[in-house]
């Protein structure tokens, strides 16, 4: 009985030590298969290019001027057309150009031409009666010098002749005013542009302030935009930007902060900032809608990455896997300026090295790995 127990005893002891070592065995075996593993993995070769740091906006176009011309005189619209290159009168209308100077409309000319000749032959009149009170103040002096005319006589003989040479003035200056009526009854375009609206016809009766035409300078047009106050520091005149309109989607229009409005918006708390740019080819129309890039900073020759190669950022460091003679190691890189869908790397990486694009998500730093195409990985 007690021989039994014993062999039952010794042959447990032997099972459970055969058990052990089979478990140690096997744990060893897979750690020796885990530590050979491959990690198929994609790679690039680090290169350099330019970035830009951009503050994206939205605006309308407008022109750079934009004239309201109206009448200084009020009476019968005579002409509203403009002499052609060739001679010939065009009628004013919508789009048409115009240059500085050129006649645009004409307001009732004979009636203040007219006016202007009663004028000018009433200074004439008014100067020969201020002649004739010189004269007789001339004389009365004389008589009263020689005691034959009483100061009464003296004093009557200045004063006419003083009232004389006020109605002289009073009609030259009526005189002045004729011709001014006369030379605006004249419409003339104060700058080069496009008529964007007509405001009256050929034949129309009109008041003295009354618009006729609106010319607009569109050579040149601007963008006002309002950028937040966070990004002050950051636009100032002469800045760089690119817009673009939905009608030319695929046409970039390079241009430069004109102005920054010295002052915010105590209610939106945003600054405007006014953009120029060329237009000659009139490509651009008031009113379309821009999308503004303003490129705040630019960088040439730097470390650019796709942003999603880099790991981490969000609670540690950002990094990356980099391979070298089959062995993935990872790099802590600092990121600079970010593009879109690019990063710049300031630190921790550099150009010509084997950046892991593809399979980093399984990678740890010293793990072995083949580099294969995104297809294989796939």
């Known amino acids: 009985m007690r021989l039994s127990r014993r062999i039952i005893y010794w042959t447990a002891v032997l099972v459970l030590v055969s058990i052990t070592f089979w478990f140690a065995y096997a744990r060893r075996s897979g750690e020796g298969q885990a ?7 994609e790679v690039e070769v680090v290169g350099t290019g330019s970035m830009e740091e951009t503050i994206e906006l939205t605006g309308w176009i407008q022109a750079k ?4 011309v109206a009448s200084k005189v009020a009476g019968r619209v005579e002409s509203l057309q403009v002499a052609s290159d060739a001679g010939e009168s065009v009628a004013v209308e919508e789009g048409l150009a115009v240059k500085k100077g050129q006649q645009l409309a004409v307001i009732d000319h004979d009636a203040y031409l007219a006016q202007v000749t009663v004028a000018d032959a009433s200074v004439k009149a008014r100067e020969v009666e201020l002649a004739d009170a010189e004269r007789e103040k001339k004389r009365i002096l004389a008589l009263y010098e020689g005691g034959s005319a009483t100061e009464q006589n003296k004093d009557k003989a200045i004063t006419a002749a003083d009232l004389a040479a006020a109605s002289l003035n009073l009609a ?19 700058i080069d542009g496009i008529v964007t609206a007509k405001h009256i016809d050929q034949g129309s009766l009109i008041t003295m302030g009354q618009r006729i035409v609106t010319v ?3 050579k040149t047009v601007k963008v006002i935009v309002p950028v ?13 930007a690119r817009i673009t309109v939905d009608t030319f989607k695929d046409k970039q229009f ?3 902060v004109y102005s920054v409005h010295p002052a915010l918006d105590e209610h939106t708390h945003t600054m405007q900032v006014e953009i120029r740019l060329k237009n000659d080819e009139l490509l651009l129309k008031p009113g379309m809608f821009a999308r503004v890039t303003l490129i705040t900073k630019r960088k040439e020759d730097v470390v650019v990455v796709a942003r999603d190669v880099i790991l981490g950022g969000k609670i540690g460091k950002h990094y990356v896997y980099v391979v070298q ?3 993935a190691y990872k790099r802590f890189v600092q990121v600079g300026i970010t593009e879109a869908a690019r990063y710049e790397v300031t630190d921790g ?5 084997s950046l892991v694009v593809n399979g980093m998500n399984y990678l740890e730093d010293g793990a072995k790995v083949e580099v294969v195409r995104i297809e294989d990985i796939k």
Do not use: C, F, W
Not at 172 to 190: D, F, H, K, M, Y
């Open 35 to 41: 530590e050979e593993k491959i990690v198929p993995v």
């Open 65 to 68: 001027t934009v004239v309201d």
């Open 172 to 190: 030259g200056a009526n005189l002045e005013l004729v011709r001014i009526n006369l030379r605006e009854s004249t419409i003339i375009s104060p």
């Open 216 to 218: 607009a300078d569109m």
């Open 228 to 240: 937040a106050e966070k990004y002050g520091v950051q636009v100032a005149a002469e800045t760089h």
């Open 254 to 256: 390079e241009a430069k």
């Open 325 to 327: 003679d089959g062995i």
């Open 349 to 353: 990486l550099k150009a010509g090295q």
